[in-house]
């Protein structure tokens, strides 16, 4: 029996990536140059200008002291003007923003917030492993949604057994892993649905500035979406950000107030300091545009490689990462362990996110153009 770790610990599945960690320290002890595309951790710096803000504000000392639970308005109101100009959605800063430690603290935490012992909570499969284990720790029931290719990604929650009574819906899009899009009237659908069967709904978009094609929407957009939605956005993959662990939530101001409750016995908000940043940050005019610029590039020179070498990828606009069919034979993870063996390449193989992610893997575009380049090379060969 374990005696130190909880049911809720208990609950989490086996950590899947054991294999591949100790495959990648044998592949470097024995001198290969391993690299790294399995984690979607933007290999860039962080904007000089928003360093500079974070510099001048640390040295104010009211930035040393607790800072407000929610956010402090001068950030939310920046977040209100990012988003009416992003996205045409016009917030109340006072109550329709949150101020998260990234949105990984707000996804975890919302499920606290909002269902009761034995809720059940829609959540995507495959899927950002945090939406079900929250699920759990709240002691709700989660159900899963399978995004399958023949539905682009997107879930059809009429053919869910058991969706209308779920109490929240986790919606994740631009996706991760399979960076899938949804349009607006996918939202408006979801929207729609959630009202009729009396679901919230969450979309998880931290994502949202990294598009090839046309700039992906906010379920927010869509009329009525404030009734039942919120939103999480995050400065991590936007701003090359993720180790400053700021994010926001916005939206319905019960599910705002409810997850502020929450935080407010949990943590004491987000440093001043760095929400000072994060306003520098989304003032920024075109830094995301220069960093869609980089990421084409580097998709471009990974897509070729693999249609080359005949891989079968799904085709998106969005996210940096690549969804890609493992070749018939070959499971999630023995294709893992043969790209790092054979071409000294860590991809995450999909059944890390859920079974349904069984039959792919994930390729992040978020190391070095060279080192994409010479990955590229290696992929091209590979038997
Ligand atoms: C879908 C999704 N949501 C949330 C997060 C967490 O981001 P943050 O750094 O804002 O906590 C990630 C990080 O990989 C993610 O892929």
New binding site residues.
């Given amino acids: 029996m374990n005696r130190t770790a909880s049911f809720r610990l208990q609950q989490l599945p086996p950590y899947l990536f054991e294999a591949i960690d100790r495959l990648k320290r044998k592949e470097r002890a024995a001198g290969r140059e391993v690299i790294d595309l399995g984690i ?1 951790d933007p290999d860039l710096p962080t904007p000089p200008s928003v360093i500079e803000a974070l510099q001048r504000a640390s040295a104010e000392p009211r930035h040393h002291r607790y800072p407000p639970y929610r956010g402090t308005i001068e950030f939310r109101q920046a977040i209100a003007e990012w988003y009416a100009k992003r996205f045409g959605v016009i917030l109340d800063p006072e109550k329709e923003v949150l101020v998260l430690l ?4 707000g ?1 975890a935490h919302l499920p606290l917030a909002l269902i009761n012992p034995g809720d059940a909570v829609l959540v995507p499969n495959p899927g ?1 492993p ?1 939406y079900k284990n929250s699920v759990m720790f709240a002691g709700g029931q989660p159900i899963d949604m399978p995004l399958t290719r023949d539905q682009h990604f997107l879930p059809n929650l009429d053919q869910v057994e058991g969706a209308s009574r779920a109490k929240l819906l986790f919606l ?1 899009y631009p996706n ?1 892993p399979t960076s899938a899009t949804a349009t607006v009237d996918f939202f408006s659908q979801c929207v729609k649905w959630g009202k009729r069967h009396q679901v919230m709904i969450c979309n ?1 978009a ?2 949202s500035e990294i598009y090839f094609a046309a700039p992906p929407p906010s379920i927010l957009s869509v009329e009525g979406a404030k009734d039942c939605c919120i939103e ?1 956005h ?1 400065l ?2 936007s701003f090359n950000m ?1 180790g400053w ?1 700021i ?1 926001f939530a916005v939206g319905n101001s019960e599910m705002i107030g409810a997850l502020a409750q929450i935080k407010e016995n949990i943590d004491s908000g987000t440093p001043t300091a760095i929400q000072e940043a994060g306003i520098a940050a989304l003032g920024l005019k075109d830094f995301s545009d220069q960093m869609r610029v980089v990421y084409r590039r580097r998709r471009e020179t990974l897509v070729s490689a693999l249609k080359e070498a005949k891989f079968q990828l799904f085709s998106s606009d969005a996210t940096f990462y690549l969804w890609v069919a493992v070749p018939d034979g070959e499971t999630s993870l023995s294709f893992t362990q043969h790209l790092l063996e054979k071409a000294g390449i860590v991809a995450t193989p999909g059944s890390g996110f859920g079974e349904k992610g069984e039959g792919y893997i994930r390729f992040s575009l978020t190391s070095s153009d060279s080192l994409i380049q010479t990955a590229a090379e290696r992929l091209a060969h590979i038997q």
């Fill in positions: 979607g990234g949105s990984k603290e996804i950002y945090v994740n991760n998880d931290p994502y999480f995050s991590s993959k993720t662990r994010g």
